[in-house]
């Protein structure tokens, strides 16, 4: 989504100002921004706001950063603005560390999304923490959150997720990585470019008929979202030339073992509740169709477990 003029947000900026400008903004913290991640309209109010009272807007890129602000209104000389990016975070967390002893509130954002995820920030948050400095968070679009609330994750059995991020570049360190996140039984989340979406797609072949949903272009107007078998990945993204472009998050879903082992325990426990340990875990066996020494194992574990 393309920025939009000026007067388009000037409602926002004002609406920002009653909302949020009677809370409390301590002097000499870091605000810790989340940004849009393509659509403009994805800012909070009190994003708005603190970005506008700010002394100093520390960000990975000065033009792309001064352009947003823009955009919403917020006109920021040169000088309030300072460069914070990969190859100079900790060398600039000592000026962001001055300016904070200073009694500035300076606001830290990315290019686009949260701050400190797969995106500058970790090291410059890490750095004034350990001076004792003062870091609030302003939360907002995280193209992470936003494509596993639309995933429908079952994580029944095996709750929570794992972010992988973007992995590494090299190919036997990223297939060292894929290797180690496949053993996971929980949810996976990861994120790629799309110079690298064929040979990540290509890697997942082996992790089977594993559900992934993609989502492509988040927030924006030609936003994809779609679940399909690992194995098919490649295949979709060979249907259309349009797949490739743009940003990719992806969610691999908990490995279906997951599940059964949870189902098996159900089964397990009640039976138990009725019958002799051995008992149960013949009659678990032959309902499953697992081994009754990895059902046997299970049901001693399940057994030492307190009552609930």
Same mark, same amino acid.
């Given at each position: 989504?393309?920025a939009? +003029?000026?007067?388009?947000?000037?409602?926002?900026?004002?609406a920002?100002? +009653? !909302? @949020?400008? &009677?809370q409390?903004?301590? #002097?000499?913290? %870091?605000?810790?921004?989340?940004?849009?991640?393509?659509?403009l309209?994805?800012?909070? %109010?009190?994003?708005?706001?603190?970005l506008?009272?700010?002394?100093?807007?520390?960000?990975?890129?000065? =033009?792309?950063?001064?352009?947003l602000?823009?955009?919403?209104?917020?006109?920021?000389?040169?000088?309030?603005?300072?460069?914070?990016h990969?190859?100079?975070?900790?060398?600039?967390?000592?000026?962001?560390?001055? $300016? /904070?002893?200073?009694? #500035? $509130?300076?606001?830290?954002?990315?290019?686009a999304?949260t701050?400190?995820?797969?995106?500058?920030?970790? =090291?410059?948050?890490a750095?004034?923490?350990?001076?004792?400095?003062?870091?609030?968070? /302003?939360?907002?679009?995280? +193209?992470?959150? &936003?494509?596993?609330? &639309?995933?429908?994750?079952?994580?029944?059995? @095996?709750?929570?997720?794992?972010?992988?991020?973007?992995?590494?570049?090299?190919?036997?360190?990223?297939?060292?990585a894929?290797?180690?996140l496949?053993?996971?039984?929980?949810?996976?989340?990861?994120?790629e470019?799309?110079?690298?979406?064929?040979?990540?797609? #290509?890697?997942?072949? !082996?992790?089977?008929?594993?559900?992934?949903?993609?989502?492509?272009?988040?927030?924006?107007?030609?936003?994809?979202?779609?679940?399909?078998?690992?194995?098919?990945?490649?295949?979709?993204?060979?249907?259309?030339?349009? =797949?490739?472009r743009?940003?990719f998050?992806?969610?691999?879903h908990?490995?279906?073992?997951?599940?059964?082992?949870?189902?098996?325990?159900?089964?397990l &426990?009640?039976?138990?509740?009725?019958l002799?340990?051995?008992?149960?875990? #013949?009659?678990?066996?032959?309902?499953s169709?697992?081994?009754?020494?990895?059902?046997?194992?299970?049901? %001693?574990?399940?057994?030492?477990?307190?009552?609930?």
């Amino acid at each position: 989504m393309g920025a939009l +003029s000026n007067k388009d947000y000037g409602p926002a900026l004002h609406a920002a100002q +009653s !909302a @949020a400008g &009677a809370q409390h903004y301590p #002097q000499g913290c %870091l605000y810790v921004v989340a940004t849009p991640i393509g659509n403009l309209a994805d800012i909070t %109010l009190r994003a708005l706001h603190l970005l506008e009272l700010a002394d100093t807007v520390a960000c990975e890129d000065t =033009r792309h950063t001064q352009t947003l602000l823009r955009t919403y209104g917020i006109d920021k000389p040169a000088a309030q603005l300072l460069a914070v990016h990969q190859h100079n975070e900790m060398q600039a967390a000592q000026e962001v560390a001055a $300016r /904070l002893h200073q009694g #500035q $509130r300076v606001a830290y954002v990315s290019d686009a999304g949260t701050p400190g995820i797969s995106d500058p920030g970790a =090291r410059l948050v890490a750095q004034l923490r350990e001076h004792g400095l003062r870091v609030i968070p /302003l939360p907002g679009a995280s +193209s992470v959150s &936003a494509l596993l609330s &639309a995933a429908g994750i079952d994580d029944t059995a @095996a709750p929570g997720f794992v972010f992988g991020g973007f992995l590494p570049t090299k190919a036997a360190e990223r297939a060292a990585a894929l290797s180690g996140l496949q053993s996971q039984a929980r949810a996976v989340v990861l994120l790629e470019a799309p110079h690298r979406m064929v040979a990540l797609a #290509q890697a997942l072949t !082996a992790w089977g008929a594993r559900l992934v949903t993609v989502g492509r272009e988040l927030t924006k107007q030609f936003e994809d979202i779609h679940t399909l078998p690992a194995t098919e990945l490649t295949a979709w993204l060979a249907a259309d030339s349009n =797949r490739l472009r743009g940003e990719f998050t992806l969610v691999l879903h908990p490995a279906a073992h997951a599940a059964a082992a949870v189902q098996d325990d159900r089964v397990l &426990a009640l039976l138990m509740e009725h019958l002799p340990l051995k008992t149960a875990v #013949q009659l678990a066996a032959h309902i499953s169709g697992e081994s009754k020494n990895a059902l046997y194992v299970r049901a %001693l574990a399940l057994k030492e477990q307190p009552a609930s």
